[in-house]
């Protein structure tokens, strides 16, 4: 089954084809980055805009790489939820067009559930049940993947996500928008115990975390140090945000393993690309005598590959929508089931 996939949530507009959820025939994507850099983040008015610049020639992209003709596609699936409201209704809306005019199936994706699928492109014999842990720009969560289509949220942050973090201390640093990849090249090989940071502690479930005072602390931390005069140790201060970050992943991690017995963890999202997230995550299973999967570089951030894989799972469910299908944001998912 051949599906054409549509990605278009933050700012990155991307469009893939995805043949029975494990093959990626061809993967495109049209990055925003350069321009939402001047602003120091994303601006949402700007991202729709260049969505809908880009989404249609992107498409013909993808086909071409493929090298499939139109008639070729069997469905077209499209991340619905959560994102940048009018970024999202771009690929929403170009979708129901796609479908509509192929006569094939819409298949609405949620954009967690597309990072959690990245990794049935990177290990092909992967299947639920496993743990995942979540964490993107946007989002931080530990999901009990029970199913293809049957996930639950067992904890998660309680404020920012790792990203957020990362992102705006790389920012306070002079790193320039979206300064997390930047962040960790500089921490590589620095010793991190110069600084102490804060290690939060959230009341109620074990599993939930926070990553607000964090961020806070190691902002103050620099901004203290440069009304005093003093130098900032760059790749000291980030390998010191690096472990903490890490370390916090890590413990809740594990303590989901134990809680749920699951013998496999998989690591999804933007943040998964992180070099010492990664290290640990490889340390802590092997430790814990657990599988560990974790995406290719490429599928660690947004794309649209990762959408077609798990649409092509939506849609073995029964998970297809009509033509009232909207775009629809989401505040905070953590206790509900995803
Ligand atoms: O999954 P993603 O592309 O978008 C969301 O769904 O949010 O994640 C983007 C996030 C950004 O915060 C970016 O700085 C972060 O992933 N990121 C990293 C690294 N590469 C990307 N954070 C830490 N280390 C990295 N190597
Ligand atoms: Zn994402």
Not at 111 to 129: D, F, K, M, Q, W
Not at 254 to 281: C, D, H, K, P
């Amino acid at each position: 089954m051949n599906i054409l996939a549509i990605e278009s949530s933050c700012d990155e507009t991307a469009v893939a084809v995805v043949r029975d959820g494990r093959t990626v025939l061809s993967d495109c994507i049209s990055s925003q980055v350069d321009i939402h850099k001047i602003y120091g983040g994303v601006v949402p008015e700007i991202a729709s805009r260049k969505h809908i610049e880009a989404i249609y020639p992107l498409a013909d992209q993808a086909l071409a790489q493929a090298g499939l003709s139109r008639a070729k596609l069997d469905a077209v699936a499209v991340t619905y939820a959560p994102g940048l409201i009018g970024a999202v209704l771009v690929g929403v809306n170009f979708a129901k067009a796609a479908a509509f005019a192929l006569g094939k199936p819409l298949i609405p994706v949620h954009h967690i559930r597309g990072h959690i699928a990245a990794n049935y492109i990177t290990h092909p014999e992967l299947e639920p049940p496993f743990l995942c842990l979540v964490v993107s720009g946007g989002h931080t969560m530990l999901v009990d993947v029970a199913d293809y289509t049957k996930m639950t949220i067992l904890g998660g942050t309680r404020d920012d996500a790792a990203g957020e973090c990362f992102d705006k201390i790389a920012r306070v640093l002079g790193m320039p928008y979206p300064g997390g990849a930047a962040l960790d090249r500089m921490s590589r090989g620095a010793d991190g115990s110069r600084y102490r940071l804060p290690q939060a502690k959230v009341d109620g479930n074990p599993l939930d975390l926070s990553f607000s005072g964090l961020k806070t602390a190691a902002i103050n931390l620099i901004h203290n140090a440069r009304q005093k005069g003093e130098e900032i140790d760059l790749p000291a201060i980030c390998a010191a945000v690096s472990e903490a970050v890490s370390s916090a992943l890590v413990s809740r991690t594990e303590l989901a393993l134990i809680q749920t017995g699951r013998r496999t963890l998989a690591v999804a999202g933007g943040v998964a690309a992180n070099s010492r997230i990664r290290a640990e995550m490889t340390a802590l299973a092997k430790r814990l005598g657990v599988r560990l999967c974790l995406p290719e570089l490429r599928y660690c951030g947004d794309n649209a590959a990762m959408i077609g894989a798990q649409g092509y799972y939506e849609y073995l469910a029964g998970n297809t929508a009509d033509m009232t299908l909207n775009a629809y944001a989401t505040k905070s998912l953590v206790g509900e089931t995803l």
